[in-house]
């Protein structure tokens, strides 16, 4: 068995716009993140990250080693280095002053040092699939190659330049053109829909049933089953309306984790709230699943890319331990499947989704300890 021991987040209800850019837009972001970043000196990556690396869970992972031991870095779309290159000049606009210390591999080996000795250092760019796909990295380490104890810190900085004109070329995100006409950021909606960008990132550690059971740790969730697919697909950005990717996802993680469809009682969607996402995951869902609710937290802390899978995973493992599922934000139909209203977390297993440009959709079920 495979549990979830440590865990710490950072994500921010804290909305603004951004009036000085190609595609003004509000975006949850936190504001400090972004000082002195024309010194060349800060990456604001690395800042967002600084937010969930608790010194003294670090410190104790240090003072607590264990057998195998792996660092997964997932960083979603890009490497940091030169991600903010654009020729204007917006607030959010720097250039980095030393390149190398800002590719992710090199980043990964600097902070999986100060979480002690490591077997295995790696990253992943799975777009915004990243943190819920290495699920099934974390599975295969400790299942199948003898680890004892997998990392993961995950962190995208999704409010910079490049992809908030990436998202806006798309036509992806929430304008505030859009919202000056009364648009609201939901999903599976039919008047309300998008997204913001956000900032936000989350470190977790797994570990085996006898490094728990050793240290005397009382666990906080079991990772049950992990999976990840593609679709069959002609365009690298687009969906499979009819939801092949998730499906194939949500049938290899439950067939994995030996699970069956009436045992999943909640889900934590993808939620983008976009046309293609919202028919691709309730095909998927209502085609693979029974009785369950659905949440999104997109609407309520943004989208933040790479990290977004596992750190909203993590924010609904704390609300259904304070007894809610919550409700998706901005619906304006009664919906008792995808929530309109907050409801009291029915008994059973929960799934996490996450899909990711290039053609990449991921599951992952939890058992609440």
């Known amino acids: 068995m495979i549990y979830l021991t440590h865990y710490r987040t950072a994500s921010t209800e804290n909305v603004e716009l951004l009036d000085d850019i190609v595609y003004p837009q509000k975006v949850n972001w936190f504001p400090d ?14 800042k967002l990250a600084e937010k969930v690396l608790d010194p003294e869970l670090l410190a ?3 003072e607590n080693p264990v057998g195998k031991t792996a660092f997964i870095l997932a960083g979603g ?9 654009r ?3 917006s607030r959010l606009t720097y250039n980095y002053r030393f390149l190398p210390f800002t590719l992710t591999q090199v980043y990964a080996g600097r902070i999986a040092q100060s979480c002690g ?31 004892e104890r997998v990392i993961v810190l995950t962190v995208e900085d999704g409010v910079s330049n490049a992809v908030l004109e990436f998202f806006g070329d798309a036509k992806a995100v929430l304008t505030q053109k859009q919202e000056d006409l009364g648009i609201k950021p939901s999903a599976f909606d039919s008047v309300n829909f998008g997204f913001r960008v956000g900032q936000g990132a989350a470190l977790a550690v797994f570990e085996s049933h006898s490094v728990a059971e050793e240290q005397s740790i009382t666990p906080h969730d079991r990772l049950v089953g ?18 092949e990717g998730f499906i194939k996802a949500i049938e290899g993680a439950m067939h994995y984790g030996n699970v069956s469809p009436d045992e999943i009682k909640i889900v ?22 029974k009785a369950f609710v659905a949440t999104s937290y997109k609407q309520k802390i943004g989208h933040t ?18 007894g809610v599922v919550p409700a998706i934000e901005n619906r304006t139909e009664t919906d008792s499947v995808f929530l309109s209203e907050s409801t009291t977390p029915p008994d059973g297993l929960i799934m996490s989704l996450a899909a990711g440009m290039g053609n990449i959709y991921s599951a992952a079920i939890f058992k609440g300890m």
């Open 60 to 62: 104790y992972l240090r």
């Open 87 to 89: 020729e204007y000049n």
């Open 117 to 147: 000795d490591m077997d295995m250092v790696t990253t992943d760019a799975s777009a915004c699939a990243s943190s819920l796909k290495v699920m099934m990295d974390v599975v295969n380490l400790i299942d199948f190659y003898d680890y």
């Open 305 to 322: 890319m790479g990290s977004s899978g596992l750190l909203e995973t993590l924010l609904l493992l704390d609300d259904i331990k304070s």
């Open 268 to 289: 934590k969607t993808h939620g983008t709230g976009t046309a293609s996402n919202n028919k691709a995951e309730k095909n998927a869902l209502t085609q693979t699943l």
């Open 33 to 46: 993140t972004y000082n002195r970043v024309k010194s060349g000196l800060v990456y604001v990556p690395h």
């Open 77 to 85: 779309n890009a490497h940091f280095a030169g991600l903010n290159q």
């Open 226 to 243: 992990a999976y990840s697919a593609s679709e069959r697909s002609t365009n690298a950005i687009g969906q499979c309306e009819d939801g």
